[in-house]
């Protein structure tokens, strides 16, 4: 029996991304240890017959924290908002879980591996959306040249869920955690205290955001005990563009020393005119190599 798991959740517009990232997955010899599971949020029967081929189990996403039927009409890709918060639910037979966002594929094992290790002990294995290269951290509004209107993504989710003032206080300037890939145990206390969270920014605010925002709250205000990973085990594409190793074949963080990037994530998207990579795959960007050379180049998973 496979003790460890990797799931991600698709509708049927997303499963060219889906099954991108399986077949990045399964790319590595190591993977054979480690089960698949695929959360559906509307795949339709020919995708799911095709999955049933690579993946160990499919189960149906449900609404595991009642939310406002006006909200989620006809849209139910945004169960990947509520279900991922309680994954041993769904898969109860795994002692470690590592979700990844069907917008991201694994390009280095070893960051896999990160996650799995970081969970030990009931932590929770997460990175933050923040390291060199980054420019910006938070948004500010000034007025009247040194009055700050905050305008951080904790900060924002936290005041439209009405969690309160003191809380979204300590989340304003907290570098801001991406719930795209993450791991916990399936005894973790993580799991609970999420749970809790959830249920709470799902009350007032929007569907979209408020997993992240609990999770950051579990971080910040609950003090999950939580294992920071490096900015390349979730390296978010639309924050800083990495860089291309042409001699490895592979891409790297653009600064020194360039470490190999473990997981690309596509979140947000990466756009040229008006069209997303993400859903269309012949979108190519201008990407820099180690030779300083410049080169034209998709970021999706290519085997």
């Known amino acids: 029996m496979k003790k460890n798991v990797i799931v991600s959740l698709a509708d049927a517009n997303y499963f060219p991304l889906l099954e991108e990232l399986i077949d990045s997955i399964k790319s590595f010899k190591e993977s054979s240890d480690t089960a698949i599971c695929i959360l559906d949020a509307g795949l339709n029967e020919d995708q799911k017959e095709k999955l049933l081929k690579k993946v160990d189990e499919i189960k149906s996403a449900e609404w595991d924290i009642e939310v406002p039927e006006f909200k ?37 094992w070893s960051s896999v591996e990160l996650y799995f290790k970081a969970c030990d002990n009931g932590k929770l294995g997460i990175t933050q959306t923040i390291g060199p290269g980054y420019k910006i951290t938070s948004k500010v509004n000034w007025l009247l040249g040194k009055i700050a209107l905050i305008k951080s993504q904790n900060f ?34 993580g799991w609970k205290s999420w749970q809790n969270n959830l249920s709470k920014t799902l009350k007032a605010g929007n569907i979209f955001g408020s997993e992240g925002l609990a999770i950051n709250m579990s971080v910040y205000i609950d003090d999950l005990e939580t294992e920071f990973l490096p900015l390349n085990c979730n390296w978010i594409t639309s924050n800083l563009l990495p860089k291309f190793d042409e001699k490895n074949n592979t891409f790297v963080e653009p600064y020194l020393p360039n470490y190999k990037i473990g ?3 596509l979140a947000a998207g990466i756009w040229k005119n008006g069209v997303d990579m993400r859903i269309d795959k012949s979108v190519e960007i201008e990407l820099e190599t180690l030779n300083n050379k410049k080169i034209i180049k998709s970021l999706r998973f290519s085997n």
Do not use: M, T
Request: proline share 4%; with cysteine; net charge positive.
């Open 72 to 108: 989620v009409k006809g849209k139910e890709w945004l169960k990947s908002q509520v279900s991922r918060a309680f994954l041993p639910k769904y898969f109860p037979n795994y002692e470690k879980y590592l979700w990844i966002d069907c917008d991201a594929w694994v390009n280095d």
């Open 263 to 265: 997981i690309i994530h």
């Open 156 to 189: 924002k989710h936290a005041i439209k869920s009405k969690i309160g003032l003191d809380k979204a206080r300590k989340l304003a300037f907290a570098p801001h955690i991406n719930i795209g890939v993450f791991s916990l145990e399936r005894d973790s206390n």
